[in-house]
């Protein structure tokens, strides 16, 4: 794996593909059966560690800053299921992938390492210039240790790992032997910083070398406890924090200013605390308790200003300025999960019933164009203040009163119930049965936009999924037969239906696109 990451281990399965985020060396997705990535359910030790909002492509938290969440060092196996007929494991429509960590034992181990290179390591540009990598680098190192505080009874095991790249956004300028070429002399940028100064008091940036810095660490620890014979207690904390330097266009066609540029900065946090506990000679319970956070936000590394694009050749325009997009824009994520599972093993029959909840809270900060974007038809253009385009976002007081950048702030429930029977006909042949129901519901009512219902009779903004319209059942029903009494040829089989959690992203935007909180303007 040259990323040390789930996704590249996960890829063994042959079921499983792999989708490239953004980045010429971003963290992987897994396809599976062809499905998108954000509809797997990602597991660690049995918790839910999806990036729920489901905005980076590999489906992780932390994907979004090209960032693992978790090393590869802490984990001791990694398994894919494509269609499991165990009614506990749901919450995907393409795969399901459990990551089990290190726990410690009696004895202490643990491991070192490091991976780097950098410039001396990549070969000179393929054009005629034959220019080195300046300023680049990749650089990964952690380790992991793990043993007993207590012998036989309290155990520990610690990983930590970082990584820090740095990579040139490579463009000359009016260079026709460079291969990526931006073909406007320096002298007509020079203009386009001077006017910015000279006319709107505004500090552009430069056009030289750019290099984006994208750095992540991560830190899981995990306790284990021996309670007592019929009782084992876990506590587990991962943490990951990710940046990812942005926006800086730099090609053929567009150049940005080092004035677009921004971070992006996304920190995770998880605990977990399971319980597992023998409650009689038949009878077991499960009990997993986990609360996430992920906060993802974007920070401008110049002062407040609109986005200015300036067309500057038949095909080329210089940008300056925040990115629309970035200008206000951040995301807070909260999930809260609840698994309980009780099994009674009767004879030849092992019964299970239990119940899975997530509490999932979103607070979402997306305004485009929150100081404005503005379009030039030439640098003249630009000197004058006349531009040909303009478009502008702004809150409307009469809705969320005096708060200039609203959020579009919900909140929804996942609720599961589900019962099974693992029947063992015969030494050779098990069947298994089960059903499980599970409801979405939302709590958050969306702003009512009466223009829109007006206009569309019938339809609303304010309307959400009712409980008893998207209740999900889900039976199930499957075999194992030896065929051959050795474990040889075992052949596997069964049917069923499957559900899984949409992306919230795609329901966030009846919250924050009602047309009643933002207001919009457009010209040109």
Do not use: C
């Not at 399971?274 to 110049?302: K, P």
């Amino acid at each position: 794996t040259i990323n040390r990451s789930l996704s590249d281990m996960a890829r063994l399965n042959p079921y499983t593909n792999q989708t490239q985020t953004a980045g010429s060396d971003g963290t992987q997705g897994v396809s599976i059966m062809g499905m998108n990535s954000r509809f797997n359910n990602f597991q660690i030790d049995g918790a839910v560690a999806n990036d729920v909002f489901a905005l980076g492509a590999a489906g992780t938290a932390g994907s979004l800053a090209n960032a693992n969440v978790l090393s590869l060092d802490a984990i001791e196996r990694l398994r894919v299921n494509v269609s499991p007929y165990d009614v506990r494991q749901s919450g995907f429509t393409g795969g399901l992938v459990n990551v089990i960590t290190r726990g410690g034992t009696n004895a202490t181990h643990g491991s070192m390492f490091f991976y780097g290179r950098n410039q001396d390591l990549v070969g000179l540009s393929p054009d005629a210039n034959r220019r080195p990598f300046d300023r680049f680098s990749d650089i990964s190192f952690g380790g992991r240790i793990g043993g007993a505080i207590l012998p036989s009874e309290l155990f520990y095991h610690v990983t930590a790992e970082a990584r820090l790249r740095s990579t040139p956004v490579d463009v000359g300028l009016n260079d026709p032997f460079a291969l990526n070429n931006f073909p406007v002399a320096p002298s007509t940028l020079d203009k386009v910083i001077q006017v910015a100064h000279d006319r709107y008091g505004y500090d552009a940036g430069t056009y030289e070398p750019y290099v984006a810095q994208n750095n992540s660490y991560n830190v899981i620890a995990r306790l284990d406890w021996s309670i007592s014979e019929t009782s084992k207690l876990q506590l587990r904390h991962n943490f990951t924090h990710a940046i990812q330097d942005r926006n800086v266009f730099r090609d053929a066609t567009r150049f940005s200013l080092s004035s677009q540029a921004n971070m992006f900065r996304s920190i995770n946090n998880q605990t977990v605390v399971q319980l597992n506990s023998i409650l009689g000679e038949s009878l077991a319970n499960e009990l997993r308790v986990s609360f996430t956070s992920t906060i993802d936000e974007r920070l401008l590394s110049t002062d407040p200003f609109p986005e200015v694009r300036i067309v500057v050749g038949a095909n080329q325009n210089v940008s300056l300025g925040p990115e629309r997009s970035s200008q206000a824009n951040g995301l807070d994520q909260y999930l809260i999960a609840l698994t309980d599972d009780i099994t009674h093993v009767a004879g030849d029959h092992t019964l299970t019933f239990g119940t899975h909840n997530e509490f999932s809270r979103f607070n979402n900060l997306f305004i485009q164009d929150y100081y404005g974007s503005y379009q030039f038809s030439s640098v003249e253009a630009f000197a004058d203040s006349t531009p040909n385009f303009y478009r502008v976002s702004y809150a409307n007081p009469a809705v969320v009163g005096s708060d200039p950048t609203p959020r579009a702030a919900w909140s929804m429930l996942q609720l599961g119930v589900y019962a099974m029977d693992e029947w063992e006909v015969t030494p050779e042949l098990r069947l298994t049965g089960g059903v499980r129901l599970d409801a979405p519901i939302f709590l958050t009512t969306p702003y009512e936009n009466p223009v829109f219902a007006a206009r569309f009779p019938g339809l609303s903004t304010s309307k959400v999924p009712s409980v008893g319209s998207s209740l999900l059942v889900a039976p199930r029903i499957g075999f194992n037969w030896d065929v051959s009494g050795d474990r040889t040829l075992v052949l596997r089989g069964g049917t069923g239906l499957f559900t899984g959690r949409i992306a919230a992203v795609w329901l966030s935007n009846q919250y924050s696109n009602t047309g009643m909180d933002i207001f919009r303007a457009q010209l040109g």
